[in-house]
Structures are given as C-alpha cells and as structure tokens.
C-alpha cells in the first residue's frame, strides 16, 4: 500500500490515511476529490474493512462506474468483483426500499415513476380539483418536489406557505398526489430520498441493522447534497462516526434542485471531532487562472477559506473583451477559434449563464462553418418511443401502474378515446376495481379464466365475466395486454424480448410511420426504440424479477448527458451552460454576455444568498478551462424585444488588473 499512497501529494494522503474520525475534504476545483476517494476505498480495503461494509454516494452512475473501475484497478481485482455498494443516493434508497418496503407502506414490486410520469399523474389530479385556479402540472410537479426535498409533508407545506388560493391548491394535488402514488404502488425519486428517511428515522432496528451493515460511509459532490440526504448519512454514520466526505462549498451551485450548502456547516456542527483537509493543489489550469478565481470566490463571505495553486509556470493573460453587441460578441469568437484552435475544436468550449444565449452563437457557427455540439434538447429516456416502450414494461411489472396504462391504451391507437375511458372506468367501478386493475383482470380472463378467478376471487371473477359482453369493443388492446402477460410469465422471457414483442405484435412501428413527419423522424425514432433493445441484450434479466431490475436500472439512470452522446464526434466546439459545465474541462473557454442581469442573473441581485450562488456559479465558469479564457460582454443586448445598454458584471472588478489583457470588438 505504501507505493499505492506515494502516487499522492501530501494532503490527499491526509485525507486517504484518516480513517480513525469523521473527515471533511474541502477540494477546490481540479484538485483530484475523485483520486482521494477512490484511493481511500481502496486503502480501507488493505487496512481491512471488509468491502461488503462500505458505503460509496455518488450523485451519478457514470461516476460511479468509473470510481468503482479505479479501485478495483488499484487493487489488482477484476471489475465487478467488490461486493462495496457505490452509487447514487438513489440506487441507495431503492435498494433499502425494496428490502424493507413493508415498513414504509410499500409492496417490494413498487414501480418508480420518473419527472413524465409524474407530470401526467397531476394532469390527471388536476382534473379533479375545481378552485378556480390554473397551474400548469410542471409548476405543481416544482412545487411537491421543492417540498419533499425540504422535509415537508402536505400539512407543513399549508402551515408554512402564504395559504393563498395558489397555495391551497398546491396542497390539494400534493396530498392527493401522494395518496395516490401510495394506491399505486408508486414513488418518485423524491420519495425514493424521503421514505428512506423516514424508514431510519421511525425504525430503529432498522436503523442499527444498516449502520452495522455500512461500518464507512463516503460520499462525493457533498456540497450537491440535499436536506434527505444528508439525514440519511447522519442517521447511518452517527454511532460508529466512520465517514468521509468530499466537496467544494465554492462549486454549489445547485440550490434550484433542493442542494444546501449549509450542510457543510452541518457536518462540522454534528461531526465536531471531524478532521478537515484541504486540498488546493490544482491540477488543471495555469496559475493567472487560479489567482482570478480565488479572487472572485474570496468576496462570498462565510465560507472555509482555501486558495488554489498549481506549478503550472505558463503566463498567459485572461482575455476581457468588449463587443459592440452580441452579433459581434459571436463574430469574435469565431475569429479567434478559426484563427488560433481551428486544429482542436473539441478542446474548446462557450459557456452562457441561459439556454436562450446560444441562439445567436448557433446562427453564426452555421453561417460560418464551425462545427459545433449543443448540450441540451431531448434526452434519450425522455423521447415519445422510448417513453411508451417503458410504459408498456411498468404496467406489466406492476398491474397497479395506473399511469403507465394511460400512456399506452391509446398507444398505438385502438379507438379508446376520453369517452371510452370513461366507459372502462364505469365498468370498473361496478366490479369494484380501481381501474388499472380492472385492465389487467380483463386481459387474465381473455387467455386463461382460471388464473383471472385466483386474481379476482370468486366475487368480483364473477361480476367481471357478468359485464364482458360490454368489453368487446376494448378486444384489441386485452389481446394486446394478454400477449405481452403471456410473455412476461415465462421464466426465460427477457426485457429485450418484450420490447420487440410490442414493435411487431403491437404493429408499433407501423403506427410510428403514420404519426411522423418524415422519413428521417421515422427512422431517427425507430432507431431510439432498437438502441433501447440493444441495451437491453445486454442485461441479462429473466422473468418479472429481471423486468423489475431492469426498469430499476433504467429509472435510476440520472439524466443522460448529451455531451456522452456526443463525445464519439470529435472536432466540434461545446456550447452549454454554465451549470452544465461542471465538472467538465476545456483548454480554451469563452463565458458570453458577462453583463448585469446575466451574469449575476437579474433574480438573484435582490437576494444575498441567491448572488452569492451566481458568483460561485461564475467561478465554476472560470475554473473549466486550463490555459486561456476568454470573458465577453456586449456594450447592446435585445432584451424583451428592445435594444437597451448593458453594464459589465459586477464580477469582473473583482478580476485584478494584471491578470487581464483588455480588448475592444466593433
């Protein structure tokens, strides 16, 4: 292990070796936080700490993956070998749920419903709530998470809102909205955080069997954690004090997603015997770059003062540069990408505070021929066909799935339109059934009345068979259903296999050539749902526990990066925003329109909290690049249609003087 650790400098084998106390790492940006976390699993490994009982939180399973990869590396292991749990919070929290999902109101085979799924479970609530109010579902889906995140039931959320009508109707579909994920057999991801909580906090025993079960704890990003989140730390790590966590109070910059930075400030209050390390050796970029953003970050007050510094001897000055407008603002960009990094586009990046700011750089790139990759758009899980294709595979894991019905019994169309719906419900009704499993009885009794008398019992198989003279003109989509039932039941059947079941038997393809514009759309969407099976091949899941697992995997996947997508396509400029950005690196970086309003953005100057996340927002932005940077503001933006005078971002007088080489375009 000692050759192991001489890979390290002096303070992150500090922080590696200390395992006898709770230890705070404070990493400054390029400081190597991913190096000291896998090195420290790997050392806890040879200094005996049986993998099985540690514990690694990430915030993404791309992360993950690659940390678990490194440590296995280290340790001469094939990957895939160590029995350690390393993955996001909420990997974590379904694992603990599907164990002890009794404990929490849950049944082990709950189906876990992503942002769409949800937006269309309000739309339905909505519908039901007549007070005269109208709020779109993302709102109200805005609105339940941000209270979930901040541990607030229905009731707290009334308690400690202006109980306005806006506010009471909030209320309303909230607690509607969590009665019926409970009728469902449902969580959010939200949940998947705030019913492991509440498992630890109202069971005891529980609580110890899992503590004793996850003897160090490590967590990553901790400065992106959240109120549940680190509850659910402090309940497992609170006996045996055996945790380590690693972060950077500069780099939070994700409140709008329920992160706090006062948990860092928490950790240090109920850890006070916690070991602090910083580290602020930088391993990306040159020392002017470091030295502007130190003194950027330095005027956020009440923060653990650190200062990055790196033996990187190369000077080249920051580039400030005023442009006449923004149309100049991109012709600039261009001038100098074509005339200094034409050989290396993929190694440069532009950063805009607002999606909206590409628009004018996009028009230019194409005007002039610069090939670029624009993060953003639709995501892959989160496109029309693979949406349905997973909304077929939810309802058969869990026959409760009332949201995944709706999306698919129209789907490819059968004629069941609002009035049809409302003719099952009726039916429903009348034999008792909710009304997703009123759909799934009836499919049972179309390929096999025994199995369907076992589900229903003899009462309701009863009025069922009583009323299936009326469910005639609903034939197609219960064939539908009992073909991919049929399926499902055998014990070889796999994800992949249902998938291509639906495309051929359903005459899904078929429906998608009708519904397109063009032939491209339809082979671009046909193409999506074939890369879903493909991934699916590769799982080797069987039978409805391997559904569950898959869908699991699936659900759990956080949002997929398009810069991944597009990472096999080389020569190419980024354009992205500044939150995308994190984490990322760039030889050369240009941040546009750093003006008043912008950068900061104008909602946040009213707020000392809200400026002081814009400025470390702008430091993330700094920080990309490793050797030069580039900081544009236009003296004249259009903005809401009129062309007004800008003033440059309050930020750049915090930029001493001689780091910048000042320029003036147009």
């Keep these: 292990m000692t050759t192991l650790l001489d890979d390290l400098n002096p303070q992150q084998k500090e922080a590696v070796k200390e395992i006898k106390r709770p230890v705070l790492v404070l990493a400054g940006a390029g400081a190597g936080k991913t190096r000291v976390i896998t090195y420290k699993i790997a050392y806890l490994i040879t200094e005996g700490f049986d993998p099985k009982n540690i514990l690694g939180l990430t915030f993404t399973k791309k992360a993950a993956n690659e940390m678990k990869e490194r440590v296995t590396t280290l340790l001469g292991k094939p990957y895939g070998s160590l029995p350690l749990f390393l993955g996001t919070f909420h990997a974590f929290g379904a694992s603990i749920l599907r164990r002890y999902a009794r404990y929490v109101g849950l049944e082990p085979t709950f189906t876990i419903y992503d942002e769409q799924d949800q937006l269309n479970l309000i739309k339905t609530l909505i519908k039901t709530v007549d007070m005269g109010v109208s709020v779109q579902p993302s709102v109200v889906a805005h609105y339940i998470k941000r209270a979930k995140l901040s541990l607030m039931s229905p009731d707290d959320f009334l308690k400690q809102s202006q109980q306005d009508r806006f506010d009471e109707f909030i209320y309303e579909i909230y607690k509607r909205y969590q009665r019926r994920l409970l009728s469902l057999n449902a969580v959010d991801f939200a949940d998947l955080l705030t019913k492991t909580l509440e498992l630890l906090k109202s069971h005891e ?21 959240n109120p549940p989140q680190y509850e659910i730390i402090y309940l497992l790590a609170k006996d045996h004090r055996n945790i380590c966590v690693v972060g950077d109070e500069d780099q939070s910059i994700y409140s709008f997603r329920g992160a706090t930075v006062e948990n860092i400030a928490k950790f240090c209050r109920d850890f006070p015997e916690h070991r602090l390390v910083k580290l602020e050796r930088n391993y990306r970029s040159t020392q002017i770059i470091l030295d502007a953003a130190n003194e950027v970050i330095s005027k956020n007050p009440n923060r653990i003062p650190k200062k990055l510094w790196t033996d990187r001897d190369e000077n080249i000055p920051i580039k400030l540069v005023a442009t006449s407008d923004a149309t100049l603002q991109a012709l600039y960009i261009i001038k100098e990408i074509t005339s200094k990094f034409k050989d290396r586009l993929n190694e440069v990046a532009v950063l805009y505070r607002m999606n909206y700011e590409s628009r004018i750089i996009e028009e230019a790139f194409l005007k002039y021929g610069i090939p670029y990759r624009l993060i953003g758009g639709v995501r892959f899980y989160e496109r029309m066909e693979i949406k349905d294709m997973l909304a077929y595979l939810k309802f058969i894991a869990n026959p409760k799935d009332e949201v995944s019905l709706l999306r ?38 179309a390929i096999d009345e025994k199995e369907a008398q076992r589900f229903l019992g003899d009462s309701l198989f009863k009025r069922l068979k009583d009323v299936s003279s009326q469910l005639e003109r609903f034939s197609n989509l219960f064939e539908d259903l009992a073909t991919l039932i049929v399926v499902s039941q055998a014990q070889d059947s796999t994800p992949s296999q249902l998938i291509q079941t639906i495309l051929s038997d359903l005459r899904y393809n078929r429906w998608l050539e009708k519904i397109s514009s063009d032939d491209e759309e339809v082979q671009s969407r046909k193409q999506n749902v074939y890369e879903l099976i493909n991934l699916a091949k590769h799982k080797p899941y069987k039978g409805l526990s391997g559904l569950n697992q898959f869908l699991e995997e699936i659900a759990l996947i956080e949002e997929a990066s398009e810069l991944e997508e597009e990472s096999k396509v080389s020569k190419k400029v980024t354009l992205m925003t500044m939150h995308s950005a994190k984490g990322l690196e760039f030889e050369t970086v240009f941040i546009v329109d750093a003006v008043e309003g912008v950068i900061p953005h104008q909602k946040s100057v009213e707020s000392p909290l809200q400026l002081q996340e814009e400025r470390r927002l702008f430091y993330v932005a700094i920080t990309r690049t490793k050797r030069y940077l580039y900081i544009l503001y236009p003296q004249k933006m259009t903005y809401l249609g009129n062309i007004v005078e800008t003033i440059p971002s309050r930020f750049l007088n915090d930029i001493p003087a001689h780091l910048v080489e000042y320029e003036v375009y147009g």
């Design 205 to 225: 025993p529980v609580r110890k069997t899992l503590s004793n079960r996850y003897k160090y704890i490590l967590v990553d990003e901790y400065q992106d954690t």
């Design 408 to 445: 698919i019994i129209n789907v490819p169309t059968r004629g069941i339109g609002p009035k049809a719906l409302e003719k099952l419900r009726e039916l429903a009704k009348k034999v008792r059934l909710d009304f997703a499993p009123f759909v799934y009885a009836a499919s049972l009794l």
